[in-house]
Protein backbone atom coordinates (compact mmCIF):
# COMPACT_ATOMS: atom_id res chain seq x y z
CA UNK A 1 0.00 0.00 0.00
CA UNK A 2 1.20 3.19 -1.07
CA UNK A 3 2.09 5.98 1.83
CA UNK A 4 -0.38 8.17 0.77
CA UNK A 5 -3.04 5.52 1.47
CA UNK A 6 -1.93 4.92 4.74
CA UNK A 7 -2.01 8.87 5.54
CA UNK A 8 -4.71 9.56 3.79
CA UNK A 9 -6.79 6.96 6.08
CA UNK A 10 -6.11 8.91 9.20
CA UNK A 11 -6.49 12.27 7.67
CA UNK A 12 -7.50 14.39 10.65
CA UNK A 13 -11.19 16.02 10.17
CA UNK A 14 -12.52 19.20 10.09
CA UNK A 15 -13.49 19.30 13.47
CA UNK A 16 -10.50 18.72 15.28
CA UNK A 17 -8.95 22.44 13.70
CA UNK A 18 -12.44 23.73 14.30
CA UNK A 19 -12.29 23.24 18.57
CA UNK A 20 -11.86 26.53 20.93
CA UNK A 21 -8.55 25.95 22.76
CA UNK A 22 -5.93 27.05 20.45
CA UNK A 23 -2.96 25.75 23.06
CA UNK A 24 -4.91 22.69 23.21
CA UNK A 25 -4.74 21.87 19.68
CA UNK A 26 -1.01 22.81 19.67
CA UNK A 27 -0.24 20.33 22.05
CA UNK A 28 -2.45 17.70 20.50
CA UNK A 29 -0.65 17.97 17.27
CA UNK A 30 2.51 16.88 18.58
CA UNK A 31 2.34 13.12 17.16
CA UNK A 32 0.67 13.79 14.32
CA UNK A 33 2.20 12.99 10.76
CA UNK A 34 2.39 16.30 8.32
CA UNK A 35 2.05 15.00 4.71
CA UNK A 36 2.72 16.66 1.10
CA UNK A 37 1.98 15.44 -2.15
CA UNK A 38 3.24 17.41 -4.84
CA UNK A 39 3.86 15.71 -8.60
CA UNK A 40 2.99 12.36 -6.84
CA UNK A 41 5.99 12.50 -4.41
CA UNK A 42 5.22 12.23 -0.80
CA UNK A 43 6.92 13.49 2.00
CA UNK A 44 5.57 12.69 5.48
CA UNK A 45 7.10 13.68 8.48
CA UNK A 46 5.76 13.44 12.47
CA UNK A 47 5.45 16.54 14.40
CA UNK A 48 7.62 17.29 17.37
CA UNK A 49 7.54 21.08 18.01
CA UNK A 50 4.66 23.25 17.80
CA UNK A 51 3.40 26.74 19.04
CA UNK A 52 0.18 28.08 19.54
CA UNK A 53 -0.65 31.53 18.57
CA UNK A 54 -4.02 32.98 20.28
CA UNK A 55 -5.36 35.52 17.51
CA UNK A 56 -6.00 38.83 18.40
CA UNK A 57 -5.19 39.07 22.56
CA UNK A 58 -1.67 37.64 21.86
CA UNK A 59 1.04 39.90 21.49
CA UNK A 60 2.93 37.63 19.23
CA UNK A 61 0.15 36.89 16.62
CA UNK A 62 0.13 38.54 13.04
CA UNK A 63 -3.65 39.11 14.10
CA UNK A 64 -2.71 40.83 17.61
CA UNK A 65 -5.18 43.56 18.05
CA UNK A 66 -7.37 42.36 15.03
CA UNK A 67 -4.70 42.93 12.59
CA UNK A 68 -6.22 42.15 9.39
CA UNK A 69 -3.82 41.68 6.13
CA UNK A 70 -3.88 40.12 2.60
CA UNK A 71 -1.66 38.08 4.04
CA UNK A 72 -3.25 37.27 7.17
CA UNK A 73 -6.73 37.30 5.99
CA UNK A 74 -6.53 33.06 6.05
CA UNK A 75 -6.46 33.59 9.29
CA UNK A 76 -9.49 34.58 9.41
CA UNK A 77 -11.43 31.68 7.61
CA UNK A 78 -12.60 28.53 9.33
CA UNK A 79 -9.54 26.17 10.84
CA UNK A 80 -8.39 23.73 9.02
CA UNK A 81 -5.85 25.89 6.03
CA UNK A 82 -3.02 25.95 5.70
CA UNK A 83 -0.74 29.44 6.24
CA UNK A 84 2.52 29.92 5.14
CA UNK A 85 4.76 32.93 5.30
CA UNK A 86 7.81 34.20 4.31
CA UNK A 87 9.32 35.35 7.58
CA UNK A 88 12.56 38.01 7.17
CA UNK A 89 12.21 37.49 3.64
CA UNK A 90 14.33 34.24 4.05
CA UNK A 91 12.40 31.38 5.51
CA UNK A 92 8.99 30.06 4.46
CA UNK A 93 6.94 28.89 7.84
CA UNK A 94 3.94 26.49 7.80
CA UNK A 95 1.23 27.16 10.08
CA UNK A 96 -2.10 25.21 10.97
CA UNK A 97 -5.12 27.91 10.64
CA UNK A 98 -7.52 26.99 14.19
CA UNK A 99 -11.17 27.99 15.55
CA UNK A 100 -13.73 29.14 13.58
CA UNK A 101 -14.33 31.86 11.08
CA UNK A 102 -13.17 35.33 12.33
CA UNK A 103 -11.19 34.27 14.99
CA UNK A 104 -7.66 33.91 13.72
CA UNK A 105 -6.07 31.15 15.99
CA UNK A 106 -3.07 28.99 14.53
CA UNK A 107 -0.56 26.67 15.46
CA UNK A 108 2.98 26.76 13.75
CA UNK A 109 4.99 23.78 13.06
CA UNK A 110 8.20 23.94 14.34
CA UNK A 111 9.78 20.87 13.90
CA UNK A 112 9.53 17.27 11.95
CA UNK A 113 11.11 13.78 12.67
CA UNK A 114 10.94 12.54 8.78
CA UNK A 115 9.36 9.90 7.89
CA UNK A 116 8.52 9.49 4.30
CA UNK A 117 10.40 10.43 0.95
CA UNK A 118 13.75 11.68 2.81
CA UNK A 119 15.78 11.56 -0.44
CA UNK A 120 13.04 13.97 -1.72
CA UNK A 121 13.84 16.66 1.08
CA UNK A 122 17.65 16.37 0.79
CA UNK A 123 16.87 17.20 -2.69
CA UNK A 124 15.04 20.03 -1.61
CA UNK A 125 17.37 21.11 1.39
CA UNK A 126 20.76 20.52 -1.06
CA UNK A 127 21.73 18.12 1.83
CA UNK A 128 23.80 15.61 0.78
CA UNK A 129 22.99 13.12 4.10
CA UNK A 130 19.86 13.07 6.09
CA UNK A 131 20.91 14.35 9.63
CA UNK A 132 18.73 16.21 12.33
CA UNK A 133 19.28 19.43 10.78
CA UNK A 134 17.13 18.39 7.79
CA UNK A 135 13.70 19.17 9.54
CA UNK A 136 14.65 21.03 12.70
CA UNK A 137 13.01 24.05 12.96
CA UNK A 138 10.02 25.80 11.06
CA UNK A 139 11.74 27.28 7.89
CA UNK A 140 13.67 23.78 7.52
CA UNK A 141 10.58 22.17 8.27
CA UNK A 142 8.37 24.30 4.98
CA UNK A 143 11.73 23.60 2.61
CA UNK A 144 11.91 19.65 3.14
CA UNK A 145 8.25 19.16 3.12
CA UNK A 146 7.83 21.36 0.03
CA UNK A 147 5.89 24.02 1.41
CA UNK A 148 6.08 28.06 0.50
CA UNK A 149 3.26 30.93 0.20
CA UNK A 150 1.82 29.39 -2.94
CA UNK A 151 0.52 27.11 -0.73
CA UNK A 152 -1.29 29.35 1.50
CA UNK A 153 -5.41 28.64 2.08
CA UNK A 154 -4.94 24.99 0.83
CA UNK A 155 -7.37 22.75 2.83
CA UNK A 156 -5.88 19.94 5.08
CA UNK A 157 -8.78 18.10 4.22
CA UNK A 158 -7.40 17.50 1.00
CA UNK A 159 -4.65 15.72 -0.57
CA UNK A 160 -2.39 18.15 -1.11
CA UNK A 161 -1.03 19.02 2.58
CA UNK A 162 -2.46 16.99 5.72
CA UNK A 163 -1.92 15.96 8.70
CA UNK A 164 -2.96 12.73 10.10
CA UNK A 165 -3.04 10.52 13.04
CA UNK A 166 -1.34 7.14 12.43
CA UNK A 167 -1.00 4.43 15.12
CA UNK A 168 1.69 6.18 17.26
CA UNK A 169 0.78 7.37 20.53
CA UNK A 170 2.96 10.11 22.24
CA UNK A 171 2.34 10.18 26.25
CA UNK A 172 1.46 13.19 27.93
CA UNK A 173 4.80 12.78 29.91
CA UNK A 174 6.51 12.86 27.29
CA UNK A 175 5.52 16.45 25.90
CA UNK A 176 7.51 19.45 27.52
CA UNK A 177 6.56 22.69 27.45
CA UNK A 178 7.65 25.76 27.51
CA UNK A 179 7.39 29.73 26.23
CA UNK A 180 7.57 30.57 22.72
CA UNK A 181 10.64 31.31 20.46
CA UNK A 182 11.80 34.36 19.19
CA UNK A 183 8.80 36.54 19.83
CA UNK A 184 10.59 38.53 22.79
CA UNK A 185 8.76 41.64 20.97
CA UNK A 186 5.65 40.35 22.41
CA UNK A 187 6.34 41.34 26.01
CA UNK A 188 4.16 39.52 28.95
CA UNK A 189 2.53 37.19 25.98
CA UNK A 190 6.41 36.24 24.99
CA UNK A 191 6.36 33.82 28.37
CA UNK A 192 3.25 32.15 27.63
CA UNK A 193 3.58 28.56 27.89
CA UNK A 194 3.02 28.37 24.11
CA UNK A 195 5.45 25.90 22.80
CA UNK A 196 5.03 22.07 23.06
CA UNK A 197 7.91 19.39 21.80
CA UNK A 198 8.68 16.14 22.48
CA UNK A 199 11.07 15.69 25.10
CA UNK A 200 14.92 14.73 24.21
CA UNK A 201 14.01 14.44 20.35
CA UNK A 202 16.80 15.51 18.06
CA UNK A 203 14.62 17.30 15.83
CA UNK A 204 13.47 20.01 18.23
CA UNK A 205 14.79 22.78 17.80
CA UNK A 206 15.72 25.56 20.56
CA UNK A 207 15.56 24.42 24.24
CA UNK A 208 14.04 21.26 25.16
CA UNK A 209 13.95 22.00 28.97
CA UNK A 210 10.30 21.80 30.29
Known sequence: MKPITLYHSAKLPAAFYRRKDVVKI???????????????????????????????????????????????SVMYEAGGLSYVYL???????????????DIPHAVLVRALEPL????????RT???????????????????????????????LDNTVFIAQDAFRIKPADIGVSPRIGVD??????????????KGNPYVSGKVIS
Request: with cysteine.
Open 87 to 101: CYGIHHLFNVVTNTE
Open 26 to 72: ARELIGKVLVTTFDDTVTAGRIVETEAYNGIVDKASHAWNGRRTDRT
Open 185 to 198: YAAEDALLPYRFFV
Open 126 to 156: GKKKPDHSLTRGPGNVAKAMGLNRIHTGLSL
Open 116 to 123: TGIEQMLA
